[in-house]
């Protein structure tokens, strides 16, 4: 039996909801495909996750807001990690934004 095959690269959609497909998930990682739709984070919210997350824009532009730290700027192509607990929110995404985006345990396996 043949792997399945997705494509990363949806034809871009009108507004409406963003979509967020899981590609791959263990006890340690979960790897999401993101379609954004020019949807923000809502005003006084911030996202407080307790793992990190590393994102991936592969397509599109975006905003992201630091609490206390500032805003960055992304365009296609831009990557960063975002340490557990480092409070952000979305401030402005373009219509045809498409995200990767790895959220990870950052522990140190026990020896045996």
């Known amino acids: 039996m043949l792997p399945t095959v997705s494509n990363l690269f949806p034809a871009p959609a009108g507004h409406g909801e963003e979509d967020i497909l899981p590609l791959l998930q263990t006890p340690s990682l979960r790897l999401e495909h993101i379609v954004s739709k020019g949807q923000v ?7 407080d996750q307790m ?7 592969l397509r599109g532009s975006a905003s992201l807001e630091f609490e206390e730290a500032g805003m960055l700027e992304l365009r296609a192509g831009d990557s960063l990690t975002i340490p557990a607990r480092l409070k ?3 401030a402005a995404v373009s219509e045809d934004a498409l995200w990767l985006a790895l959220h ?6 026990a020896e045996i």
């Open 104 to 109: 990870f345990r950052d522990t140190v396996p």
């Open 88 to 90: 952000h929110r979305v």
């Open 41 to 47: 984070s809502p005003r006084g919210f911030w996202y």
């Open 51 to 57: 793992d990190p997350e590393w994102v991936v824009l």
